[in-house]
């Protein structure tokens, strides 16, 4: 007598194909404790009326879990429950709360959600008809075949037992020979594996160096504005900080303090004005490390984005003093969803930076180590890189005609290239409350508010990106962004230009 | 004239195939600036004759290098460097250093390097014949070509988009769920989405945790001996610390001083003895947790790997004041190479934990967690568990025979399982010597002291895993083991016995 195939439903979609629906459902059914071991399955044709499926889609999905050890086939009888199955065990009811429930607000610490900013970027930017959203990857450029191919191999028996293992404190050695060799060079960087390290992103890279370089009695000078993650991170460190507001030319040298340990600067391209700063103040910025002894954080996060000229020399390449702590990411010339970026450094700074990850973490994805470096090794991650260039050239060139068709300012023009602009709206439209209305119309935009120092933000600054929108939206999103800016305007009684 | 094929020459293997090595030779040739845009390739029989390979190889990979816009093909007349290849930048030389060079022993402000405990683990334990190592996956056993397939399918086109993207602090649902309505089921958990975090592995939790709940006036518990990976994080914390020296049953709750703010147990098997906490033990540590006031951090490591018996109600399932945080890891159970595992805990705590390691890290690579989501969701996690239960239960039984034959004692025989044994050496044989000494014969085990605190090392005691050795081995490699004892013991003039 078999188990009824009415008993059977199908789960919820999941993105499965109906065979596998078919299979996680049996097995679920095992595991769950509803089939027992020994007990006759449906025919695969029952089954299959049941769920009005193809009686081979019901016959593939048995035969799979046949091999998996839930089922056995018996020649003429039928599929039954393996004696092997997964054991279904019998779970103890969920607990009553006694009355006295812990107290969390005693039990916690310290505290870290605070620190956190309300999220203006929505989870389902792509449902938007005009992103003008940062630091998300465009499927359209992505190299897609390759990246799967390239997963695909560091998936395979070859490297997967290497892979599998717990790498302890160590880097994929591929992986680090391929940025040493054909990455920091592009830089002008030249390192020893003892002075590189492997990090989650460049989040992670900035926090380990906080957390290694500064105390409470130290000081970090950072940009303003600036980006938001270096913020709560320093936030958090309870170290002394200090500001300094970046002009067209980014961070100037003589504005940073005597008394200054650490100074986190984004030279390639300022977040989030995009300023590159100019050779002189390099040359000015490292005088002032050698001389007053402080460590410059050179956060290069997205240098391969120099759309129009060669990329500057790093800080890092300059640097005589070995006073410069150099941080890539992949975030940007990959996907974010990856988490993989990279600190170069002196030797005892990585040692110890290779101590707090292996303390915090262990080490990033072996799997995702790999992958990377056969993508960049098999010569993809220069063509996609060059693709990208290509394609934000043009789209930036749409925006900039499309900006100034209506009369909207870039804030800052002074760069080398970037993947968005800064811009300031008219006096007394609250770039928040712009990005809010710009919904409606399906505009995303990026107010700027989050890149200030808490009481500094002028909220009219905002963030237009061009690395996630197509170009033929581009001219129409742009022209509802200026219809929105010039409803605010009106509304408040202003006058009717957009500039 | 064609760039001559004499110029090129196949990089060292990294294991890829022939016509992979010949994309990237001419790729970085390219690259590097060897290959200028509009010059003319080699032909490919004049390279295949130069490099030694068929002629298609070199064909195949010109046709890959036009894909990816570093060549182009011109009928009749061959390939070319393409003018849209990516494009060499000239270096500057690398920078003389100053005489004035940084002080990196005064720049650093925390040092978490001295923490490091030393690793008796060789990297290369894969080349030892007897290798009675912990915590790493056997290849062997694990279900490779169903993880492969996963794998590939998270990174379909369908998974893609969604998965490359920046998650900032979320989770992927998928997985989530999964844990929720069948892992955490068998450990007799009721959990909500807003009462778990994904984590980097065991570790990553096991140091969120301290972070949130200690501070430098607070007083963590840890059992004696203990998982050296907490006890560097307690030391990093420089929070009070007190040890309690555990017994054949565990952590025994009447040894908790009453100051207690947080408790760190592994009741299913304590590590590294393996001793299983009986069910009188939990519940008067959860009487005294709700009493005094205490969080209970209940490492369940490697509940799968309960060989003879169902796993014992967890911790967390018994909790009726809510003062269990439950921590779960996928590092023994699919691989330690994939740093996955999971924090349970109430709303409070997890939304801390969030916070804290979305600015640490966001989140674990997204791939990685829907590879792992779409092998528990279709079975093949049950699957593999089994297997790898029924294995071990062989390997356990060979090994118990063993042992016995030699006259070598367990420490503590009073468990359900793990994946190891935990031994003591006869009087006067120190288990490090012994390892170092046995490694000459191809035999690797793992000396206990770094499971002690520092001062408390007995010296004597050993873990010997059957996770990695094969259970044919197993005879030969613990008679190597008695004999490597026997001579210690010769040596020091003792008696012969090895008890």
Known sequence: MAIPAETFFLPPGRELSLQQQIQQMVAEAIVGGRCLPGEKMPSSRRLAEHLGVARITVTSAYNELVANEYLVARSRSGFFVAETAPAAHSYPAPPVPSAAQADWSRLIGHRFSDADPPILRPGNWRDYRYPFIYGQSDGRLFDHRNWRACALRAVGRRDFDTLASDHYERDDPMLVEFILRHILPRRGIVARPSEILVTMGGQHALWMTAQILLTQRRKAVMENPCYPGLRQILAQNRCKTHMVDVDRLGLSPEAIPGDADVVFVTPSHHAPTNATMPLHRRQALLERAARDGFVVVEDDYEFEMALFTA???????????????????????????????????????IREARALRTLVVRHPPSHVQRTTAYFLSLGHFDAQIARMIRVYRKRRRIMEQALA???LIAADQQNAGGSSFWLRAPEGVDSTDLAVRLRRDSVLIEPGGAFFAAGADPARYYRLAYSSIEADRIGEGIALLARGIRTMQQEQGGGPGAG
Not at 315 to 323: A, P
Not at 327 to 343: T, V
Request: aromatic letters at 10%.
């Open 405 to 407: 068709a209506h009369g």
């Open 311 to 349: 990329p500057s020399p790093s800080l890092k390449s300059l640097d005589r003093s070995g006073s410069v702590i150099y941080l890539g990411s992949f975030s940007k010339s990959i996907f974010p969803g990856l988490r993989l970026g990279y600190m170069v450094a002196p030797e005892p700074m």
